[in-house]
């Protein structure tokens, strides 16, 4: 049985549960859910945010089962639902950390953050959250400066907390650039630059330290950036750096102007550019284009990486 997004989902089943052990000469028939977890229980925070309407959500999760063509119900103890106000939002793996929209929100503020922005995806299921280093005790010289050197070229750096119940986004956080000029930003999707994912460790106060211990650390690594980028503003295009860009496999709309494929082959119209200049052109595309934020996550993350690709070798060098 397929099961398509915000169908009904089926009542918990009832009866004895087949381990995994006798599964190995069995046909699924059927999907079915077992006793639902409620998670959150409150006010809708994707209405709230994006509609400016207050309704009430029902976030819940449950194992999956299936029926054999014996009859008897199995646990592949892999899998599991989540559902939102009795709607199914997805099926993801039982390793999965599982937690409301709703409750990653209050853990921002709760951890000292303040939500700058924050997007939605599938309908609400999946939830993007700007913060910036604004609370943090420490300098913001590290995350703030001018790429340029004459306050011209301003680039801050903050954390995209991701999540979602459908599976699209774990839940965790992404370090991001906005550069105030073009009002464009870029995800960084690097862990040695301060991505990181939060696994579920049971009662709030402990899911709390852990996320705020994340979120500090995030920031610490997150310094490295201005590195890489000020070295970028001195790199100068080349066939090679073209060619290595198209291979990134962004959309060839969002290569920059001066970067084209002619009769399969990559073109470099203007090698006097930058690479920072190249970066901020594909990325400036990517960033306002609508295609949905999931999508100009994946772009934009794949511009950092080349970036920071190009530039590293420099600097251990």
Not at 61 to 79: C, H, I, L
Not at 96 to 118: C, H, R
């Amino acid at each position: 049985m397929s099961v398509e997004n915000n169908s009904d989902v089926n009542a918990p089943v009832s009866g004895d549960i087949v381990q995994d052990g006798r599964q190995a000469d069995t046909t699924m028939m059927d999907l079915t859910t077992g006793k639902r977890s409620l998670n959150y229980v409150g006010e809708d925070i994707f209405y709230k945010l994006v509609k400016q309407e207050s309704r009430p959500v029902k976030i819940e999760s449950a194992p999956v089962y299936f029926r054999g063509a014996d009859g008897n119900t199995y646990d592949t103890r892999r899998y599991k639902v989540g559902i939102r106000n009795g709607k199914l939002a997805g099926i993801v793996s039982n390793k999965y950390t599982f937690i409301s929209n709703e409750k990653v929100y209050q853990l921002i503020e709760d951890a000292g953050f303040k939500p700058t922005n924050a997007e939605f995806g599938s309908g609400g299921n999946s939830m993007f959250v700007q913060v910036f280093s604004d609370d943090l005790h420490a300098s913001r010289d590290a995350h703030v400066w001018s790429n340029d050197n004459q306050n011209g070229d301003k680039v801050e750096v903050g954390l995209m907390v991701r999540n979602s119940i459908d599976g699209t986004a774990a839940f965790g956080g992404d370090i991001f650039t906005y550069r105030s000029r073009c009002s464009n930003g870029a995800i960084i999707g690097k862990k040695s630059l301060g991505s990181f994912s939060v696994k579920h460790v049971g009662e709030y106060s402990r899911l709390l330290a852990v996320f705020r211990a994340q979120l500090n650390r995030a920031f610490e690594l997150s310094t490295k950036v201005k590195t890489f980028y000020q070295k970028s503003t001195e790199v100068r295009m080349n066939q090679q750096l073209a060619e290595s860009l198209v291979q990134t496999k962004v959309p060839q709309k969002f290569l920059p102007d001066f970067v084209s494929i002619e009769d399969k082959k990559t073109v470099l119209h203007n090698k006097d550019a930058t690479v920072w200049e190249t970066f901020n052109s594909m990325t400036e595309k990517a960033w306002h284009a609508d295609i949905g934020i999931t999508t100009r996550r994946q772009y934009t993350e794949r511009a950092n990486a080349w970036l920071i690709n190009v530039t590293e070798p420099l600097l251990v060098a």
